[in-house]
């Protein structure tokens, strides 16, 4: 008998090179396709992603300077470093300002630690980790435990908020600002179980996700796809077409704040909490650096913001 695939969720294929670097990734459900090549270094330097239909390609390219920093990344512009802002001077890994199709200026505190650029304010606690973001349109706060684990979230807009109570990576309470309470339940990464207070039935549903561990495709208890995502090569969402968003910020999830590489989405002010620090999808940079330096051997690893 034949198995036959009903509701299928994804139908990626990847391919590498000798040493493990990705050098094509595929959705054959799209019939859309993205090629990746890197310099002497193993850095990426190309993307070129083919669209159904044959339309495109479209590409992405990137330059590097001697430490690693982007000069270049041609959906942003240059990039500049070395900058001073309010009387700080940037280290040399810290992006200060950015020229070509996005203009911004960046600063930073004497810790190193991203302050303001592009539209945002960013506070930051006694040990380095942000508890206010502030975009101009949005705000996102954060609570953290005597283990500088995150346990509370604040998200607000004109005339609308939502709280979240975290435990570990396994359970969120929600509240949203009309009074409903949501209970969500994670089961070891791969399903959201939700109880809203007032309803007498469950929600499941089920995370499908990429080579990286990025969410891609949500279904519900029968199968069914409900939502997907798709990210560039840096994490930023795009339409699920894998053509640019007008406004990545503005394709969240009804399900769960968890995509690329698993991380939590910060929709509201279009960040990434990866635990440790916060990453900014649009540079392909961290607005803090890294306390640890991964390799000291490497001079690469000396770039404690990538």
């Not at 945002?120 to 942000?130: A, L, M």
Request: glycine share 10%.
């Amino acid at each position: 008998a034949a198995l036959s695939v009903v509701n299928q969720a994804t139908n990626l294929g990847f391919t590498y090179d000798a040493i493990g670097n990705l050098k094509t990734r595929k959705d054959y459900q799209l019939s859309a396709s993205e090629t990746f090549d890197y310099d002497d270094l193993n850095r990426l330097e190309v993307v070129t992603t083919s669209l159904a239909g044959g339309t495109g390609p479209l590409k992405t390219e990137v330059h590097y300077d001697a430490l690693g920093n982007i000069k270049y990344k041609s959906d942003v512009g240059s990039y500049g470093y070395n900058g001073s802002c309010n009387g700080v001077t940037a280290g040399p890994h810290a992006v200060t300002n950015t020229t070509g199709n996005q203009n911004a200026k960046y600063c930073y505190d004497k810790n190193g630690n991203m302050v303001s650029g592009s539209g945002k304010k960013i506070r930051y606690t006694s040990f380095d980790k942000p508890d206010l973001i502030d975009s101009g349109i949005a705000k996102t706060e954060f609570v953290y435990g005597p283990d500088r684990a995150r346990i509370r979230r604040i998200d607000s807009k004109p005339n609308q908020s939502l709280t979240t109570y975290y435990m570990g990576g396994i359970y969120e309470k929600v509240h949203d600002s009309n009074g409903q309470i949501k209970h969500k339940h994670y089961i070891a990464d791969v399903a959201v179980v939700t109880q809203t207070e007032g309803e007498s039935t469950t929600k499941e549903n089920y995370l499908h996700k990429d080579h990286l561990g990025s969410v891609v495709a949500i279904t519900d208890s029968t199968g069914n796809v409900i939502e997907r995502a798709s990210y560039d090569p840096w994490g930023k969402k795009r339409l699920t077409s894998w053509r640019p968003a007008p406004d990545y910020t503005a394709l969240a999830s009804n399900i769960t704040t968890r995509g690329f590489t698993g991380h939590e989405n910060l929709d509201a002010v279009g960040l990434i909490h990866m635990n440790g620090r916060v990453y900014d999808q649009n540079l392909g940079r961290f607005l803090s650096a890294d306390p640890f330096i991964q390799n000291p051997y490497n001079s690469q690893s000396l770039n404690r913001y990538t």
